[in-house]
């Protein structure tokens, strides 16, 4: 397992404090002992790494968001990245969508967000975290192999976009209902392609996840999300996750910096 720290931000001045996320994550994990599984866990063995970005040259960070990522791609059997705010998924997958490409593998998507993040981008060259999926669509990612999953406040701007290119929906209340079931639906959407997971952790509701920019009641359990996503990690062809949206500076007794600890712990 490789882990990238990516500071990057954004957010229209909304998400600063974001681009702490992966350091304290990390010093988070150091409480952890072991998976549920019983499996140790070593901060210090982990292999570990940091692109450094300065995140008032946008460019420039996007560019290195890219080619980092595209290297790891190639290198490594699984990546995960720990945000910074949801922009830097815009710059990940994309690289992963190329990566795919170059080496005739099947990309996959699933997105695991409060929101679809299909606002109209500002600016195209560099989408905020409130457009990067609309950008990543427009970009040209197969839109058949999208899944966004726990939406539950979107702009009508947003809904429309989605209904015109047909994305994949799983709602909030679909996961609730049959939580064992509906996890069977999304791995079975991700069979046989390359598969990236991407973690807003604002799909997780407020009570056990405060420390976010947009925090909107009626979200998952964190008990909920971990059996999610432990069910998640036991795909083979799983090549990436990222976590995002974490924000050390807003938290409340630290419970969503642990919280994005344990994540972590689980995907190792």
Known sequence: MFIVKVPGINGLGKTNGCEKAGNAILKSLKEIYSTEQGKPINVDSLDLEEIHLDNKNLELTNKLIYKNSYDSFELKPKTIFLGGDHSISYSTTKAFLDYCNDSKKEPCLIIFDAHPDCMKPVDNKFPTHEEWLRALIEFGFPKENILLVGVRNADSKENLFLRENNIKKI??????????????????????????????????????????????????????????????????????????????????????????????????
């Open 171 to 268: 709602s909030i209340n679909q996961l609730t209902e049959d939580l064992q079931e509906t996890c069977d639906s999304i791995m079975e959407f991700s069979n046989r392609k390359e598969l990236y997971v991407s973690i807003d952790i604002d799909v997780i509701d407020p009570t056990f996840a405060p420390a976010t920019g947009y925090p909107e009641s009626g979200g998952l359990t964190s008990r909920e999300f971990l059996y999610l996503i432990q069910r998640i990690n036991k795909i083979k062809n799983l090549k990436a996750i990222d976590i995002v949206e974490i924000n050390p500076c807003k938290d409340k007794n630290n419970l969503t910096v642990k919280l994005g600890a344990k994540i972590l712990g689980e995907l190792i």
